[in-house]
């Protein structure tokens, strides 16, 4: 086959880490066509996929282990995000060791695997590795090399603000760029894509303000800088907690805590991030996302009214700040 312009959009692929003994453990792909439930099962890693299939496999009734090499999971997200999503893991029983990496795997006799890692030796029936995706550019080999198209040191396509490769006639969107890895961000550089190859008129992806959500649960959702993001920016920032039992679970008896936080400017009063834990939370910042591209000030939260009951209204009615950051 042959074209004008070619597109490459192949994604990425789960990354297993070279120890030995790697080959007995799976990846989330495998995870999800398993023939029969495990009755204990090690996730290797602290990302969203590490997060969200210990919440699947706990939900399931099996036992879980989650191990990382961080303090806390969900590397890169709001610190106190982190700790709520911690609290919450612990609630629903999951047994989490941090500050830990693989050392390696076998198996055992019984047919169970052995997990030895800095910190002891951990027994499982399977062991899960979500340590991360890499460009799928090399498992086959697209035969990139042959025509020049140029890659990082990590396999992924490189491109310039328009999606284009060192190519002139060939571009590259989504995971195998490593630019944001999320499914609507491919989206985007698609359409912008389609706009500048198809319709002639030559459009960048906007990466501001892009939300994003785990689906752990509860569920994670946020938009914007984080705290220790803004400060590092050098702003100066006003911080607004909340965090509370939302009904649902104190009706229940579930012991678990929802969070809420902005992130707000000091000096213009911009709202620069919006973060949540708790149910409901991908829905709720959804709207949010919306705010932020549109430079709202605190000012315009406060002056929102509220939709009572719903944990959706605390955003709006938070008044009382939680600690100033940042700044000289």
């Known amino acids: 086959m042959t074209a004008s312009d070619i597109l490459i959009a192949t994604g990425g692929r789960a990354f297993v880490p070279d120890i030995p003994g790697a080959e007995l453990g799976i990846t989330s792909d495998e995870a999800l066509n398993l023939s029969e439930l495990p009755k204990k099962v090690i996730i290797i890693g602290s990302g969203y996929i590490a997060v969200e299939f210990a919440g699947i496999f706990s939900g399931l009734g099996v036992e879980v282990g989650l191990v990382y090499r ?3 999971p969900l590397r890169g997200f709001d610190d106190d995000i982190r700790t709520t999503v911690s609290s919450n893991l612990e609630a629903r029983g999951i047994q989490q060791v941090p500050n830990c990496q693989p050392v390696n795997l076998s198996k055992n006799s019984s047919g169970s695997l052995s997990l030895k890692t800095t910190l002891g030796t951990l027994e499982a029936d399977a062991v899960v590795f979500a340590t991360g995706r890499v460009p799928n550019t090399t498992r086959p080999s697209l035969g990139l090399e042959n025509v020049g198209v140029e890659l990082s040191e990590s396999g992924a396509i ?3 603000e328009y999606s284009q490769t060192t190519v002139e006639n060939i571009w590259a969107v989504g ?3 490593d630019r944001v890895n ?4 491919a989206l985007m550089e698609g359409m912008a894509f389609v706009d500048t190859v198809v319709h002639r008129t030559p459009t960048k ?3 501001s303000n892009i939300p994003c959500a785990v689906f752990s649960q509860p569920p994670v959702a946020t938009v914007g800088l984080s705290e220790q993001q803004a400060v590092d920016d050098g702003l100066k920032c006003d911080i607004y907690v ?3 039992t939302p009904m649902r ?3 229940s008896g579930r012991n678990e805590k929802t969070l809420m936080k902005l992130v707000v400017d000091s000096l213009s009063q911009r709202v620069l991030g919006v973060h949540m834990v708790g149910p409901d939370a991908a829905e709720i910042l959804q709207g949010f996302a919306t705010a932020l591209k549109c430079g709202a ?3 315009d939260f406060d002056r929102t009214v509220g939709i009572h009951p719903s944990s959706a209204e605390e955003f709006v009615t938070m008044r009382t700040l939680t600690r100033q950051v940042g700044g000289v």
Do not use: H
Not at 182 to 185: I, K, Q, R, S
């Open 205 to 207: 992806p906007d990466y």
């Open 175 to 177: 995971d195998v760029t």
């Open 158 to 160: 490189k491109v310039d």
């Open 297 to 299: 000030k605190k000012q």
């Open 70 to 72: 961080q303090q806390l």
């Open 249 to 251: 679970n104190s009706l």
């Open 182 to 185: 999320l499914t609507p961000v």
């Open 242 to 244: 909340s965090s509370f």
